[in-house]
């Protein structure tokens, strides 16, 4: 079964703060995603990555980055965290095809609270 | 881009009736089409994918179907159960290995 790692399922962190997200397959895959979730506005895309050292922004890039040095572990970077970016972060994977039928795997999330 | 559409509101149910979840789609119609179970506080869950030139897909006791010209997927879970109580959302895809979500359906099965 693909498993996917979130480093932390709780974090708090005040305004300012530089934080870092970090998430891990162990399938294989090329491809990862960073979403935040929020009531409401459901599952929406920061960036995304298909291969080590590549990245593309999402939907809502603004006030992220993202570094993916290996191709197991993807890391979302908050670099001056604000009110506004408490949320649900999800991490998921998939795995490339040529008939682009790409299910995603998702990590468990961390919820993350700026105060 | 692609919009989609997903009722809402919470489907409320009874054990062992046949709850159908909706999703609809605007502009194109994609070469195929994916259904995700969330539970609270935890990520999605792949159940099924469907392809356009499917009409219909089966996995135990979950159907999906596939209208293109409607743009419309159905999701039907036959004999529900409370352990099926979760939110399901659709996804379509929207660039290069990248999906778009619906909001989601609230899914209650009251014993």
């Known amino acids: 079964d693909v498993k996917v790692t979130q480093s932390s399922r709780y974090l708090v962190k005040r305004t300012g703060e530089k934080v870092f997200l970090e998430c891990v397959q162990d399938?294989?895959?090329?491809?990862m995603f960073w979403y935040r979730q929020d009531p409401g506005l459901g599952l929406r895309l920061i960036y995304f990555s298909y291969d080590v050292k590549m990245k593309e922004k999402g939907d809502i890039p603004e006030g992220y980055s993202v570094s993916r040095e290996k191709k197991e572990r993807f890391s979302l970077i908050l670099e001056s965290a604000s009110t506004n970016q408490t949320s649900m972060y999800l991490c998921?994977?998939?795995?490339?095809?040529?008939?682009?039928?790409?299910?995603?795997?998702f990590g468990p999330g961390t919820r993350l609270l700026v105060l | 881009s692609q919009k989609i559409e997903q009722n809402s509101e919470a489907l409320n149910i009874q054990e062992g009736k046949t709850a159908t979840l909706t999703c609809n789609y605007t502009n194109y119609s994609p070469a195929y089409l994916q259904w995700y179970r969330q539970d609270p506080g935890r990520g999605p869950v792949f159940l099924l994918l469907?392809?356009?030139?499917?009409k219909e897909k089966r996995k135990e006791r979950l159907k999906v179907t596939f209208d293109t010209t409607l743009k419309q997927s159905l999701f039907h879970i036959t004999a529900s159960q409370p352990a099926d109580s979760a939110t399901y959302l659709c996804?379509?895809?929207?660039?290069?290995?990248?999906?778009?979500f619906g909001k989601g359906t609230m899914l209650l099965v009251s014993p």
């Open positions: 998921a994977s998939s795995l490339s095809t040529s008939g682009g039928e790409e299910t995603q795997y």
């Open positions: 399938m294989d895959h090329e491809n």
């Open positions: 996804a379509l895809v929207s660039g290069y290995s990248t999906l778009t």
């Open positions: 469907i392809r356009e030139n499917e």
